[in-house]
């Protein structure tokens, strides 16, 4: 029974990770990554994409769970989901850390610097408060803390829709 959950949570938060990788890849395609400009309109897309890779994967996965302890004999209740959900949401955040490091790292190294200017526009700093704040610029641009931000958004939005799915499809107890 461990293995099995073990591998429901690798799986669907592989999966989760790649989606987002794919979809922030579309995005780069699409040349949304090209420029400080295009950025916020980026970061749209790849939300709403995540968004999509989080609810599909974690509502067909946790369903078919409960179709095969149905099958089994057995309930799946909100406990069981909820744990599922916390395995998913954790492997989910690593898949997808990974992958934004690696896409900033290696496939698109600009991104960091069109955000560093969109940074700096957005907070209207001047070119000698940018140039004091050069340090913490450098580490929120970071292919590594791009890839710990997004696993962590990940995780955390991954739990939060675990946890509803795993709610919504609980074994009920019949009415009396």
Same mark, same amino acid.
């Given at each position: ?13 592989? *999966? &989760? ?13 699409? @040349? ?6 295009? *950025? ?24 078919? &769970? ?38 900033? /790292? ?15 526009? @957005? ?10 704040? /050069? ?27 675990? &946890? /509803? ?12």
């Amino acid at each position: 029974m461990l293995a099995s959950t073990f591998s429901f949570t690798l799986l669907i938060g592989g *999966l &989760v990770g790649l989606l987002q990788l794919v979809g922030t890849l579309i995005v780069y395609a699409f @040349g949304l990554h090209s420029s400080p400009e295009m *950025l916020e309109g980026g970061h749209r897309f790849e939300s709403i994409i995540s968004f999509v890779a989080i609810m599909a994967c974690l509502s067909f996965g946790l369903r078919s &769970v409960r179709k095969n302890r149905h099958l089994a004999g057995e309930f799946f209740n909100f406990g069981y989901g909820a744990r599922l959900a916390l395995g998913t949401a954790a492997a989910a955040g690593l898949f997808t850390a990974l992958g934004q490091y690696l896409y900033i /790292a290696f496939v698109n190294p600009a991104y960091s610097d069109h955000l560093r200017v969109m940074l700096v526009a @957005g907070a209207n700093l001047s070119s000698e408060q940018a140039e004091a704040a /050069a340090h913490q610029l450098d580490f929120a641009t970071s292919a590594a803390f791009r890839g710990v931000n997004q696993g962590i958004t990940t995780a955390l939005f991954s739990l939060l829709i675990g &946890v /509803a799915f795993s709610f919504l499809f609980r074994d009920r107890p019949a009415p009396v």
